[in-house]
């Protein structure tokens, strides 16, 4: 229909409008900041609610234009960018009230807002496109402008995560982007469409094809944090905790995950990937990603470390799902890819919280702090739980769901692997839970406690409702996981889609 | 009627987090005893209606399809843990605990009530997981209530092995639900008969709802627990959370008419029975020397269990003797848990303390399987259960006997430390009503149980008559009276005989998780760390991609910088696909 012909771009405009129009405000002018920011980010939640009832009644979304020759940049939405589509655009929201509350005062906000919008921007691009050039670009955009984010504090530690951080995902890039080369040197300029539209090169190309995935893989491998792609993550997380909450739950490693999916479901197609023999080693990766980074966790005593750590195997899961033949494990996979983030942006709320409150940094300095700001670390235990998978938080639902297709598809062995991953999520989160409400607080620790105390909430409204909006998300996506409207549910919807052809 | 048992569960969740918002505690404290009265009132209704008709409700948005209904076996279950919560709670409110810890302690009884009576309603996997695994943590809370450093030792053994035995059921659960149809626990455990993993998962469910119940050696858990926690939560422990397990195992594991089957969760009943008495007898706290009676008890339902899997058993006699010897035993150790608290109570009152005494001496005799008591019942009901001329037939005679014989110096010791006032960790506790019900209970055993089953629908065919019973006690008399005199060393001596070769065990392998192995891989990791550092710089990576990221370094300066670059790599890409393109 030709009237819904500019809505994905328009899902583009509401965030890089934004970014433009902050970047040209003085820093003082905080309060038309506050405005640009919140109507984009409200504008875009419900312009994502009216895509999903687009789609619901069959309707196409799509937008294409020109770039060289044949090539064309696509925007479109199908079932699998809507998932992302909503899980970015409320969790934008939800953070941009995050960041706003966190950033109060403190320098160069507004190169920081105008960052943060594009870095949005960049990854409505990444779900919205339609074909792997435009996924390219925008997944490029996204390296770029996540970077000043990442050092925004300026320090020399911060520094120095940023270089890491751009060696790491530019070089992924470039793989990624060989790979797409080669796509096209071999296929000419193929969509993303359910069910791939490799498959006529199984058998000539054989090789030509498990060379590309093999690029492309290690080039989204980066941005996932498979090991050893992992190292730039836990360097990261000095950035301020918006920015973490936003880059482990939602824009960055999301993008890497997200691509995973559609090289695999999309480009290649999940009946041929599985015919090239190339889903097992990825399999493999994951796992030993998932396990080694859950060892890892054990042993961080900065907290936002841990949770790195912890987001480095949480990842896994969605590439393992992936990489699981059959649609159980692809559903769990697409519910994971919601779930995660909400549960993890929930705990990097937290941690943030705990940091800006009661300077708060350590795995050890959370002694009895649960009574202290007993909101933020009751979301911070729904998180933990949900983490670890314990009912009815979400993060039981995607486990079961992946442990049900590892069973389908007879991989006992990573059945085994997601228990143990369990016990390790466990064996790291319960000590914090656990000494948050359970220890009493040393006498330095509870001098803190009495030092700042709010006339009403525990810490700034700004701060606490987010972080209470991403707990309650967390726990409803667990309670009404079986309703046809929560991340299940679509997934279900989408899975159902990609199998059917 | 299935949509208020549901309700009933979630609420006392629901009252539980408002007890601790401190303008309702009040309000809380006032009902929270009560809070079980609904769901006990409503497994009462649902028993007289219907006419055993058995109906389910689904809830097809709640998690993952919520199945709730009540089938006779649940509602045995139902009735039995809303009954000893209700006990335990208003009993929980006579005993002594600071205001801040009666604050706790009702959010993590609560919350532990809610997951356990939860379990009891769910017809599917998900949701009897869900419910299993909020008991397992609210117990926690439970038994960390004193916060002394050996109560948390104990709660994190507690929640480790719990934590484990979750996981194990639910790798189980989930290896069958992959091959079944749906997610009732009737199709898991259908398929666990067909999928080809299926002996896995049988197994693993087991193991994994066998830590809960107490399967040797995954039991160190209990005597530690029961110990640390509070008198009221020891009496839901054991009266109540050992069935949940037991619950489990009776939905998931279908009878799969298989010997071998058969013959190990026999053993494995078998070893549970007299590792508890041997363990117990040496034991010098009353309420240890309880807890390890539990786990030796719950081996006589593991060996029911057993009968389930033989080859041709009679499903009904083997479901009786489960569920009457659940419900013998829950009400039986409730009463003297807590009546341990009243004895400490009452040390200064030397008229009532032989009163107490006589009481828990009279619980007692109902665990030996006295004749006229519920335990003499339920141990023919054991006896009956099984395939004619199959394995459980074969053996049971002297196996219970023998049983019978270590249950009756095991209870005999435990009186005597009860004499003693060997109770130190029994808390002093006033709750005579609550107590008083329970020990009516006992009392009225012998035929308040074959009453209730019956009018549960669980029909126990034959009924054994009490001449049976007075038969099957003799040679255990004669027995215990020579076991007795064998083991006087014990009874004389003031004894302080604790060998608990778990806990050297364990200190072990706590030594070797919590401290040995962290510091092994940091070492490792370290070294490993150090060596790609040092293979980094000769290969002069850290220093190339220093030098080449340079440039992008100073991006944060300006957005600019970063726009150029990202029109360079735009027009980079348009140059390759430009030249590229045919």
């Given at each position: 229909m030709?009237w ?17 129009l902050?970047?040209m405000?003085k ?6 900041r ?11 939640v ?5 895509v ?11 937008a294409r ?6 090539l064309?940049?696509?925007l ?12 970015s655009?409320?969790l934008w ?6 960041a706003i509350?966190?950033?109060?005062g ?13 870095c ?18 925008f ?15 300026g320090?020399?530690?911060?520094l120095?995560a ?5 060696a790491?995902?530019l ?7 060989m ?7 071999l ?9 791939g539209s490799?498959?006529?090169f ?47 739950a ?14 695999v ?12 023999g ?6 493999a ?10 060892v ?15 987001t ?6 969605i ?23 909400v ?9 943030g ?24 670390m009751?979301a911070?235990?729904i998180g ?8 009815p938080v ?11 297709g590892?069973?389908?598809a ?33 006498p330095?620790?509870s ?10 909430w ?10 209470m ?9 667990g ?18 889609g990609?199998?059917?052809? | ?24 505690e009040?309000f809380?404290?006032?009902i ?18 219907a ?7 689904r809830?097809?948005?709640l998690?993952?399809?919520v199945?709730?209904g ?26 002594s605990m ?7 302690f ?5 919350a ?17 997981y ?15 209530q004193?916060?002394?450093?050996a ?28 091959g079944?149809?749906?997610?009732s626990?009737r ?18 469910i087991?193991i994994g ?16 627990s ?12 054991s ?12 939905r ?5 008419e ?11 009943g ?24 539990s ?6 339902p ?16 083997s ?7 659940s419900l ?12 341990l608290?009243?004895?400490?109570q ?7 303390r ?15 399987g006295f004749?006229w ?24 005679s ?19 430390l ?7 960790q ?14 009516a209970g ?8 074959p009453l ?29 009276l020579l ?6 060393r014990?009874?004389i ?14 200190q ?10 962290p510091r092994?891989m ?44 990202f ?16």
């Amino acid at each position: 229909m030709s009237w819904s012909f500019p809505v994905p771009l328009l899902l583009l405009i509401t965030s890089f409008v934004p970014a433009l129009l902050i970047i040209m405000l003085k820093e003082e002018q905080k309060l038309a900041r506050t405005v640009a920011n919140l109507t984009g980010a409200i504008l875009k939640v419900a312009l994502v609610a009216y895509v999903a009832y687009g789609v619901r009644l069959g309707e196409k979304f799509e937008a294409r234009f020109p770039l060289i020759s044949d090539l064309e940049m696509v925007l479109r939405v199908d079932d699998i960018s809507l998932l992302f589509l909503a899980l970015s655009s409320i969790l934008w929201l939800v953070t941009t009230v995050y960041a706003i509350g966190y950033l109060e005062g403190s320098p160069n906000r507004s190169r920081f807002f105008c960052f943060f919008s594009l870095c949005v921007t960049a990854t409505m691009g990444i779900s919205l496109s339609g074909n792997l050039i435009t996924f390219l670009i925008f997944y490029e955009m996204l390296s770029l402008v996540t970077y000043p984010l990442i050092v925004h504090r300026g320090t020399e530690k911060s520094l120095r995560a940023g270089r890491i951080y751009l060696a790491y995902t530019l070089a992924g890039g470039t793989l990624l982007m060989m790979g797409t080369a080669w796509v096209y040197v071999l296929a000419g300029p193929v969509d993303f469409t359910a069910g791939g539209s490799l498959h006529p090169f199984v058998e000539g190309d054989r090789g030509s094809l498990v060379a590309i995935f093999a690029l492309m893989m290690i080039g989204l491998g980066v941005k996932t944090a498979l090991v050893p792609l992992h190292g730039w993550l836990p360097e990261a997380m000095v950035a301020p905790a918006p920015v973490s909450a936003l880059l482990h739950a939602v824009a960055v490693v999301k993008a890497g995950a997200f691509g995973i999916i559609r090289v695999v479901y999309d480009v290649f197609g999940a009946e041929t990937s599985d015919r090239l023999g190339v889903l097992a080693p990825l399999a493999a990766l994951a796992s030993f990603t998932i396990l080694y980074a859950s060892v890892r966790a054990l042993y961080q005593t900065d907290l936002k470390r841990r949770l790195a750590y912890s987001t480095i195997g949480q990842l896994s899961y969605i590439v393992l799902g992936t990489s699981i033949a059959g649609p159980i494990g692809t559903l769990g996979a697409l519910t994971h890819l919601v779930h995660q983030g909400v549960m993890k942006i929930t705990l990097f709320f937290c941690a943030g919280n705990l940091a800006e409150e009661l300077g708060i940094s350590r795995v050890d300095q959370l002694d009895g702090v649960g009574w202290r700001m007993p909101l933020t670390m009751a979301a911070f235990t729904i998180g933990a739980f949900g983490m670890i998978g314990l009912p009815p938080v979400a993060g039981f639902v995607s486990k079961w769901y992946l442990g049900m297709g590892a069973a389908a598809a007879e991989d006992y062995f990573f059945v085994l692997v997601l228990i143990l991953s369990s016990l390790l999520n466990a064996a790291y989160f319960l000590p914090l839970v656990h000494a948050a409400w359970f220890k009493s607080p040393s006498p330095e620790l509870s001098a803190r406690f009495e030092a700042r105390t709010h006339a009403r909430w525990e810490i700034s409204l700004l701060l606490l409702a987010p972080t209470m909006t991403t707990a309650a998300f967390s726990l409803l996506a667990g309670l009404f996981a079986a309703s046809p409207y929560s991340p299940l549910g679509l997934a279900r919807m989408i899975t159902r889609g990609a199998y059917l052809q | 009627m299935n949509a208020l048992l549901l309700l009933s569960s979630a609420m006392a969740f629901s009252l539980a987090a408002l007890g601790l918002w401190r303008p309702a505690e009040p309000f809380v404290q006032r009902i929270y005893p009560w809070v079980p009265a609904p769901a006990l009132l409503l497994g009462w209704i649902s028993s007289r209606q219907a006419g055993g008709a058995e109906s389910v409700t689904r809830f097809p948005d709640l998690l993952l399809g919520v199945t709730v209904g009540l089938d006779d076996v649940g509602r045995a279950f139902l009735i039995l843990t809303a009954a000893i919560w209700l006990l335990a709670g208003l009993y929980s409110r006579r005993s002594s605990m600071s205001e801040g810890q009666r604050r706790l302690f009702r959010f993590y009884f609560l919350a532990t009530y809610s997951g356990t009576v939860g379990l009891t309603i769910a017809q599917d996997a998900p949701t009897f997981y869900a419910a299993y695994a909020l008991m397992t943590i609210g117990g926690y809370g439970l038994v960390i209530q004193t916060r002394t450093q050996a109560a948390m030792i104990a709660g994190r053994v507690y929640i480790v092995v719990g934590l484990i035995g979750e996981m194990l059921a639910l790798a189980g659960i989930i290896l069958a639900a992959s091959g079944s149809t749906g997610f009732s626990t009737r199709e898991i455990a259908s398929s666990l008969r067909t999928s080809p993993s299926g002996a896995w998962g049988f197994w693993l469910i087991f193991i994994g709802f066998g830590t809960k119940v107490g399967l040797v050696p995954l039991h160190f858990w209990i005597p530690r627990s029961y110990y640390w926690a509070p008198l009221p939560a020891v009496a839901v422990f054991s009266g109540a959370m050992t069935k949940a397990g037991i619950l489990g195992w009776l939905r998931f594991l279908p009878p799969t008419e298989s010997l071998s089957d058969s013959a190990v969760i026999l053993g494995a009943g078998a070893l549970m029975a007299f590792y508890g008495v041997f363990f117990g007898l040496v034991q010098t706290q009353a309420k240890t020397a309880l807890a390890f009676s539990s786990l030796s008890q719950m081996g006589y339902p593991t060996m029911a269990l057993a009968t389930l899997m033989e080859p041709g058993a009679a499903l009904e006699r083997s479901t009786a003797a489960i569920v009457g010897y659940s419900l013998h035993h829950g009400i039986t150790k409730v009463a003297l848990f807590l009546g341990l608290g009243l004895l400490v109570q009452s040390r200064a009152r030397p008229r009532v303390r032989p009163f107490v005494i006589a009481a828990l001496a009279f619980c007692s005799l109902a665990l030996i399987g006295f004749p006229w008591t519920s335990g003499a019942y339920a141990k023919a009901l054991l006896k009956n259960a099984g395939a004619a001329g199959g394995l459980w037939q074969t053996v049971a005679s002297p196996l219970m006997t023998l049983g019978s014989i270590g249950t009756t110096l095991l209870m005999f010791r435990f009186l005597l430390l009860c004499v003693r006032g060997d109770h130190s960790q029994a808390q002093p506790a006033r709750g005579w009503i609550s107590w008083g019900l329970s020990f009516a209970g006992v009392l009225l055993g012998a035929w308040l149980l074959p009453l209730s089953l019956s009018l549960l629908g669980i029909e126990a065919r034959p009924r054994p008559s009490s001449t049976e019973s007075l038969h099957m006690y003799i040679p255990v008399f004669f027995g215990s009276l020579l076991a007795a005199a064998l083991t006087h060393r014990i009874w004389i001596k003031r004894s302080h005989l604790t060998p608990r070769p778990f806990d050297t065990i364990l200190q072990g392998v706590y030594k070797a998780v919590w401290e040995d192995f962290p510091r092994d891989m940091n070492q490792l990791t370290t070294v490993v760390a150090e060596r790609l550092v040092q293979i980094r710089r000769r290969l002069g990576i850290g220093r190339r991609a220093q030098r080449a990221v340079e440039a992008a370094r100073r991006l944060h300066t300006s957005w600019a910088l970063g726009c150029a670059l990202f029109m360079a790599i735009g027009a980079l890409l348009w140059a390759f696909f430009a030249g590229g393109a045919p």
